[in-house]
């Protein structure tokens, strides 16, 4: 699956190369997924598909990502490798469009987040200008009864995270 973000580049009937396959050996290692290279797909857990699939969109080297609930099926420690994978990938000078109803991924490892409801845009929030109040604010009108905070972790770093009420 994995080589499959090699398909744009190739010609009819023209098949991987030996340089493909070590690219996506290294994209397949860089995800946590040493050692199933041969692995059918199918096999694989629903979290390590998900993995296999950010691994096939990091060898096809698009300047814009559109990812749907790239975390989903993924349990809590592979959903924030995934999500500094995509921070990683996108300082190469990319950018990345994603859908995820996970206020505190998007409130972590996001720039921009678009609040929809209905459907509709109901609000946009620069994570890093914003003030808690505002993401308060802007918050509750998709999410009832939560509340934004910050804390610093032991390296100096703040960090929103956000609470059930």
Excluded: W
């Excluded at 744009?8 to 290692?29: C, G, T, V, W």
């Excluded at 699939?53 to 809590?76: G, K, N, Q, V, Y």
């Excluded at 720039?111 to 200008?129: P, T, Y």
């Excluded at 003030?131 to 960090?159: C, P, Q, R, W």
């Amino acid at each position: 699956v994995c080589l499959l973000g090699f398909n744009p580049q190739l010609h009819m009937l023209e098949s991987y190369n030996f340089n493909m396959r070590h690219r996506a050996d290294k994209a397949i290692d860089s995800v946590g997924l040493a050692g199933l290279y041969d692995t059918d797909f199918l096999t694989l857990s629903e979290g390590q598909k998900q993995l296999c699939i950010l691994a096939r969109t990091l060898i096809e080297d698009s300047a814009l990502l559109l990812l749907d609930e790239p975390d989903s099926a993924l349990d809590f420690s592979n959903r924030h490798m995934l999500m500094k994978h995509i921070r990683n990938i996108i300082s190469d000078n990319k950018c990345a469009l994603m859908c995820i109803h996970s206020p505190e991924l998007a409130l972590e490892y996001c720039d921009r987040i678009l609040l929809m409801k209905d459907g509709k845009i109901v609000s946009d929030i620069d994570v890093h200008a914003a003030s808690l109040s505002e993401i308060n604010e802007k918050m509750s009108l998709i999410y009832d009864n939560i509340n934004v905070t910050e804390f610093t972790d032991a390296k100096g770093n703040v960090h929103r995270i956000v609470l059930a009420l």
